[in-house]
Structures are given as structure tokens and as C-alpha cells.
């Protein structure tokens, strides 16, 4: 990617996908595709055009709304799809008050100098969302660009959709989740101390923290992880939960990592989910639930071999 655009500063003129974005998707990674291809085949540079934070965030000030991927997530899955430019639009209720008029000449076209727009047939902008694809076709033809419209057979057929995705993920299936998106659902943050019972157990955890609290938390339960620490691969097993065992309160992300003697406070780790194990349970005691890690650790490496080999 050349860099990301100040929003005020211009590109050459470009040929753009605009959208939220959230997880990235299959459906999303295809359409990129085609202006990253675009792109390849004439003068024109690829950009996607993305908002933060959510529309949803903003208009409905939604409490409780939850995202695939935080921002930084986001900006660093779509930096490796190969575009150009990246533009990240504050999403403020000024902006969301533009008439789909001033929208086009104001974004569209004087800052992104677009050429081309690919955009989904049901693609909708403006205040109050009032425009539409045939709107984007005639501001074409006035403003001279070319729009290209991605068919409802189209996005049909790839059946994928961000709500789909987060309601896997709130079901704890990470595996559907991952099909849809493509890549592995990511949790990124930093590790904290915790409560320093772990290593007595003999399973030393990794407590990470997230910062952006908008971000979704797959469903409390036991999960396949692995993560690059100093760039090198470690699978681990997860807890998402209260770890109720222990007379716990608060909700804790902690990874134990196979094969890992190293000292994490402070590290910020990009963790990937791959499959959930069991729900966390209470235990009569800490016996039982070291024999319930030993389990939940033989049935990682398994499934770990069978990644590795698939
Ligand atoms: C793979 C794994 C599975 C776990 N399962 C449970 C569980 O089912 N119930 C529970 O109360 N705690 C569970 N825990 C959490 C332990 O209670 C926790 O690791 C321990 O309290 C250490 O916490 P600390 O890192 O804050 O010291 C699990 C932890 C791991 C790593
Ligand atoms: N294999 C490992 N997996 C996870 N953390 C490890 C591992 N080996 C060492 N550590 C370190 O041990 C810490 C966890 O120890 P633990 O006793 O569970 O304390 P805490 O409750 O403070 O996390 C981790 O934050 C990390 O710094």
C-alpha cells in the first residue's frame, strides 16, 4: 500500500469500493479484489473508502454495539489486500448530514478523484441514506466517472454477511466464522497480570486486555489459539470467561501457550481463534480442573496436528 491518505491531502485519480468493512469478509475480499484488479488494468490507483467509528455508533448511539474487528484491526487487514489507498472518513453526524450531492462532489470527487466506483447493487448514501445506485449512475455520467454494480446474484452467492459472522462468533462457532471471513478472527491487546494463580496450577495464562470496548467477544468457553510471538508460531489454549473455580468475578481473555517459557507483561499479542473446546464450567476444585486443562490440552494438540497436516 502506498500509505494512508490523509483524508484533505489528493490521490490521482482512483478507482474506489466504499463501505464499513466490519471483519473484512469474503464477500468484502472479493469486491476488493476486483478494484485492486481495476486498477492493475488502466492509469487508475486503487482506494477503499471506509467510516469510523460505525454509523451505528453515531446515529442510533448504540450501546453495546459490537465489531468484528477494532479499527486498528480493520486498517491492517485491508493494508494487506494490495490497494493503494486507504481512506478512513470520520464518521461524525456532520458527515452524515451531507446530501448524497454534496457527498459525491465533496468526497467522491474532489478529494478521491474518482474514476470508477465499484459498489454492491444495494449500496445506499447520503443523508438519511436517501441515494441509491441509479442516483450514483447519474452522478456519474454528471461528474464523470464510470460506475460498476456488483449484482444481487453476486453477493447472493457468496451468502456472507457481517451480522452473520458476529452471531457465529456470539455462539462461540469460530470455525463458520472463519470460513466467512476468509482469515481467523483476531483479538489483539495487551498482556496484564492477573490474579497469579496459573503457574501454581502448572498453566501459566497470558491475560490479555482489550482496549476498544466495541470490540466483540466470542461466547465464554475454551478455545484453539495460536498467536506470533517474536515472530515465531505458538498454538495455546484459551478461556474466555469468570473462571468460576477459583471465585473469579471478572470476565478474563487468557491463553495458555504449549511449548512457551517467556515472560509476556506489557507485550501486545494479535491472538487467532480457531475452535472452541467446551464451555467453561465450575469445578468442585482445582484438581478437577487441572484434569479438565490436561484434556482440553490433548485435545488442542490433535487438532493442532490436523492443522498443521490439513
Ligand atoms: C484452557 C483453559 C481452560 C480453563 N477452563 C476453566 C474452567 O472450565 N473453569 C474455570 O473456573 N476456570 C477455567 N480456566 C481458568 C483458570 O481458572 C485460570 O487459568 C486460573 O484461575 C489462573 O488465573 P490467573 O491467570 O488470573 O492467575 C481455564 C484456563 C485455561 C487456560
Ligand atoms: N506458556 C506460557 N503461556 C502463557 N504465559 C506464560 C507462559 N510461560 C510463561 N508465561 C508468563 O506467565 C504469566 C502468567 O502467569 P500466571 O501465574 O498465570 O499469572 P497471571 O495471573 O499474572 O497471568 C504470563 O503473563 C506470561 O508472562
Redesign the pocket.
Known amino acids: 500500500m502506498k500509505r494512508e491518505i490523509e483524508f484533505s491531502k489528493p490521490l490521482s485519480k482512483t478507482v474506489i469500493t466504499i463501505g464499513t468493512f466490519d471483519g473484512v469478509h469474503i464477500g468484502h475480499r472479493k469486491i476488493i479484489k476486483r478494484i485492486v484488479e481495476s486498477a492493475e488494468n488502466s492509469a487508475l490507483e486503487s482506494a477503499v473508502l471506509t467510516f469510523f467509528p460505525h454509523p451505528r455508533m453515531v446515529l442510533q448511539k448504540e450501546v453495546g454495539i459490537e465489531l468484528i474487528n477494532t479499527i486498528e484491526e480493520r486498517k491492517q487487514i485491508l493494508e494487506n489486500t494490495g490497494i493503494d489507498h486507504l481512506i478512513i472518513h470520520p464518521f461524525t453526524r456532520a458527515f452524515s448530514r451531507l446530501t448524497a450531492q454534496e457527498y459525491i462532489e465533496e468526497v467522491l470527487v474532489k478529494k478521491l478523484q474518482a474514476k470508477k466506483v465499484i459498489i454492491g447493487y444495494d449500496h445506499r448514501f447520503g443523508r438519511n441514506r436517501n441515494a441509491d445506485i441509479e442516483d450514483l449512475k447519474k452522478y456519474g455520467e454528471k461528474y464523470g466517472f464510470e460506475v460498476e454494480e456488483i449484482s444481487k446474484q453476486d453477493v447472493d452467492e457468496v451468502a456472507v454477511s457481517s451480522t452473520k459472522i458476529r452471531k457465529a462468533l456470539q455462539e462461540g462457532d469460530v470455525e463458520k466464522a472463519n470460513t466467512y471471513l476468509g482469515s481467523n478472527f483476531l483479538l489483539t491487546g495487551i ?1 496484564v ?8 496450577l502448572g498453566f ?4 490479555l486486555k482489550i482496549e476498544e470496548a466495541y470490540k466483540l467477544i466470542p461466547k465464554t468457553g475454551v478455545y484453539v489459539v495460536k498467536a506470533l510471538i517474536n515472530n515465531e508460531e505458538f498454538f ?1 489454549m484459551m478461556n474466555i470467561g469468570y473462571n468460576p473455580t477459583v471465585g473469579g468475578s471478572e470476565k478474563t481473555i ?4 504449549f511449548n ?6 506489557g507485550k501486545k499479542l494479535q491472538i487467532e481463534m480457531l475452535k472452541r473446546i467446551r464451555e467453561e464450567k465450575k469445578f468442585s476444585g482445582v484438581e478437577e480442573l487441572i484434569e479438565a486443562m490436561k484434556e482440553d490440552q490433548a485435545f488442542s494438540e490433535k487438532y493442532i496436528h490436523q492443522f498443521k497436516t490439513q
Request: proline share 4%.
Open positions: 498482556i497480570k492477573g490474579k497469579g494463580l496459573g503457574k501454581d501459566p495464562t497470558a491475560n495455546g487468557e491463553t495458555y501457550f512457551l517459557d517467556k515472560n509476556l507483561y
